[in-house]
């Protein structure tokens, strides 16, 4: 006997069994082919080696709710358990997806079925009158609640010091720390100045982000912090104070990855990521294209930057034209006023680089040009338009980064962009996105912007996917790993 998720290549066969137990008000073939199809539904089958019962779920984006959508055993193959087993199954797959409650409705005369629901920890909530007609039969409104693990996330991969706490997908507190001004003298992040600084930060960041939530560390069901990619020095502080919570209270702890986490801030919003997705993630410290067909088990690493991050271009551009840290506000606010008439290089775009770095990045060619260019005119004594380097700088960013990650989505037929990382804040690259993705039919998600800047919130929702999906939490021994590879979702 074999539990197999269901699809629409077995329609034919689901509907010969739904016919034979619901002769009266049997599902049409239209509705069940959607249903089976559909993305938010999950239909498990029993296989001996036929079809012998089968049972549905389903869990609409952004609710914190599933129902049980249909369950059926062969007449022949009733009283062995199987219902049980389906259900089991079912109420296993919400709790995974992040549900608080699973909902189902039941005729009143089924008492066998009813008496399993409530076997289950289901309890009645209502009864809808004459439900089941042409019998004229009520039905019973049933629900099971469900606890989902509450999840403590800590963020110190680079210059914020995050804290933020879930609930499943449910978002309880956001605390964050920036040490941004403390860098802003040296026009860009000191490492050692972001590791005393995430010192100093992260236990008033912890306090903060408990009373947020309005809950102690007895509240926490497990603890999730990044262990990589990031500066060392600044990971270990994070990682530290993570052990000892975790030792100190005696909490699971799962080392998760830090780019992962920006994927996984989605969640937050959606209740669960949209998959399979490219993601595009463009920070300070990075810019990654991925391919993500599972958070959990499959996130692939399409291409990244060979030399500087977007942000850190936006940053050292900034600098160049004689504006503060950080730069990529401060260009965004003064392209505004320009036009982009000057056509700067679009690194790694031309035939020859895209055979071999289809998906990467160079943004340190881009930022010569930009240079050369005020120095050229300087020299001559010229006059030039800060406005329209700003503009023109700020364009072949954009254009680069969309050409690439429209390419991927286009290359993988995947219709999903998930955008994220601080430079996501750039008003002409969320235009652009907009645009580019709706000529081509690609769904746009940018969660929001306290989502898309590092922060703890995104950790714990990564580390309660692990949780939910029942994964064993980290050993002790795991240490801070600047390189982190992406495919290393969890370090165990
Ligand atoms: O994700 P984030 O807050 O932190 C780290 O990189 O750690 O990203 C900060 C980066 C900086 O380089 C900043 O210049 C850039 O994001 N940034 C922007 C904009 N706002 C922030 N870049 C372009 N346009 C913006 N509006
Ligand atoms: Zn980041």
Redesign the pocket.
């Known amino acids: 006997m074999e539990f197999l998720q269901l699809s629409k290549e077995h329609l034919a066969t689901v509907m010969d069994l739904e016919q034979k137990l619901f002769p009266e008000d049997a599902w049409s073939s239209t509705s069940m082919a959607s249903e089976l199809a559909a993305n938010h539904t999950y239909y498990l089958g029993i296989f001996a080696p036929e079809l012998i019962g089968y049972a549905g779920l389903s869990t609409a984006a952004g609710s914190f709710s599933s129902d049980i959508q249909t369950i059926g055993i062969a007449s022949e193959q009733r009283g062995k358990g199987l219902g049980r087993e389906l259900m089991q199954r079912l109420i296993a797959k919400a709790r995974e997806l992040g549900s608080e409650q699973i909902m189902l409705e039941v005729r009143a005369d089924n008492a066998v079925a009813i008496a399993l629901y409530k076997d289950l920890g289901f309890e009645q909530i209502d009864v809808r009158k004459r439900y089941y007609q042409p019998a004229g039969v009520d039905a019973l409104i049933m629900r099971l609640p469900i606890r989902q693990p509450i999840v403590l996330g800590i963020e110190s ?4 010091t995050g804290v933020g706490i879930v609930q499943g997908n449910r978002l309880l507190a956001n605390a964050l720390h ?1 040490s ?1 001004d403390e860098h802003s003298k040296y026009g860009g ?1 000191v490492p050692e100045v972001a590791a005393r600084a995430h010192l100093e930060a992260i236990r008033p960041t912890l306090e903060k982000a408990l009373t947020e939530a309005k809950l102690t560390m007895n509240d926490i069901d497990a603890i999730a912090v990044a262990n990589g990619p990031g500066l060392a020095g600044a990971l270990m502080v994070g990682i530290g104070a993570a052990k000892g919570l975790a030792l100190a209270h005696n909490k699971p702890l799962y080392a998760v990855n830090h780019l992962v986490g920006h994927v996984g801030a989605d969640v937050l919003e959606r209740g669960a990521v949209e998959l399979p997705t490219i993601a595009l993630l ?5 810019t990654s294209l991925l391919l993500v067909r599972h958070l959990l088990n499959d996130v692939e690493l399409l291409g990244e930057t060979i030399d500087d ?4 271009a ?2 050292k551009v ?1 600098r160049v034209l004689g504006l503060p ?9 003064l392209a505004a006023d320009g036009t982009a008439s000057i056509r700067f290089p679009r690194g790694l775009t031309l035939p020859k680089d895209m055979e071999k770095h289809r998906y990467d990045f160079s943004f340190s060619g881009l930022k010569t040009a930009v240079a050369r260019y005020v120095e050229k005119a300087q020299d001559a004594g010229e006059a030039f338009s800060k406005a329209d380097v700003a503009a023109s700088f ?1 364009e072949a ?1 954009v254009d680069v980064l969309l050409t690439k990650a429209i390419n991927a989505c286009k290359d993988f037929n995947v219709n999903r962009l998930l955008l ?10 969320r235009e652009e996105a907009q645009k580019r993705c709706s000529e081509n039919g690609i769904e746009l998600r940018i969660p929001r912007f306290q989502l ?3 922060n703890g919130a995104m950790i714990a929702a990564l580390g309660s996917q692990l949780v939910m999906a029942g994964r064993s939490p980290s050993s002790l021994g795991f240490g801070s790993e600047s390189t982190l590879e992406v495919t290393q979702v969890q370090t165990l």
């Open positions: 991969t680079c210059d914020e920036s941004m992040v463009v920070s300070g410290g990075h991050a977007a942000g850190e936006f940053d900034a840290y950080p730069g990529g506000p401060q260009i965004d606010k700020r960013v994220g990382g601080g430079v996501v804040a750039n008003a002409r690259l898309c800047t590092d």
